[in-house]
């Protein structure tokens, strides 16, 4: 069982900075694949990025070289926002996968935090 709980979330103006955290508590010693997901009013969700156990990461297209997911030892993951847009807005959430593989993919991901809300204006 994982639990998870996001914060970090505002509202920022186009080009600004933003950094999201999620405590991550587990009853187990179990690795997890951890992810940031979002989603937009009338959009389905999306993938961020997503950070496996052994560091490797993933982004989507649309955050590489402006996001940075990463974690820390006491289990608490993050995700750096730098150069905001406008289409960056939504409801953020982070997630982990207890299977295998650490892909972009909401289907695969077994636990959610309830979410921290971004909003860019521009």
């Known amino acids: 069982q994982v639990h998870l709980v996001e914060s970090g979330g505002g509202s920022v103006q186009a080009g600004g900075s933003l950094r999201l955290t999620c405590a991550v508590s587990t009853r187990t010693s179990s690795e997890y694949c951890l992810g940031w997901f979002r989603q937009a009013p009338g959009k389905e969700r999306e993938g961020v990025a997503v950070?496996?156990?052994?560091?490797?990461t993933k982004y989507a297209d649309s955050v590489k070289g402006r996001f940075n997911i990463s974690k820390d030892s006491a289990k608490n993951l993050y995700l750096e926002m730098t150069d905001l847009k406008p289409e960056d807005t939504g409801m953020y959430y982070c997630?982990?996968?207890?299977?295998?593989?650490?892909?972009?993919?909401?289907?695969?991901?077994?636990?959610w935090g309830p979410g921290t809300q971004v909003t860019v204006s521009s």
């Open positions: 950070i496996d156990f052994d560091g490797s």
């Open positions: 997630s982990a996968d207890a299977g295998w593989g650490c892909v972009l993919v909401d289907t695969d991901f077994d636990y």
